[in-house]
């Protein structure tokens, strides 16, 4: 048995936010498992995991790419690989940049590495 895995992407300022699916019908079809990061980075983020409803009906919903398949056998480790991905810190002290030398990271950059660590780690196929 495989779980279709996708990120999903919501209406947001100034971007729009994203987020890992894992569509495991736990709670009916096309329900599943969401991860990521909430916040913003004025304040630092937190890595965030729970059961979900089906995408489609969430309000601010736009879109969602599939990334490929996860086999049952190794769902288990989906959660801890992405509690090892970097959360985007504080990043700003009002309109001061704290890191001008690094590139601002938000929950697309999370996403994008989270799904880059299960790719790599054969988790998702």
């Not at 936010?17 to 937190?46: C, D, R, S, W």
Request: glycine share 12%; net charge negative; with cysteine.
């Amino acid at each position: 048995m495989n779980y279709t895995a996708y990120i999903i992407s919501e209406s947001g300022l100034p971007r729009d936010h994203h987020y890992l699916f894992i569509e495991t019908h736990e709670a009916g079809p096309q329900t599943g498992h969401v991860y990521h990061v909430k916040g913003n980075i004025q304040q630092g983020m937190t890595f965030e995991h729970r059961t979900f409803g089906v995408p489609e009906e969430q309000f601010g919903f736009c879109g969602r790419e599939k990334l490929g398949l996860v086999q049952a056998a190794a769902y288990e480790r989906v959660l801890g690989l992405c509690e090892r991905v970097e959360v985007p810190k504080k990043q700003f002290d009002g309109p001061k940049r704290l890191y001008p030398g690094e590139k601002l990271r938000r929950c697309q950059e999370w996403a994008g590495d989270a799904v880059a660590l299960l790719r790599e780690e054969g988790v998702l196929e």
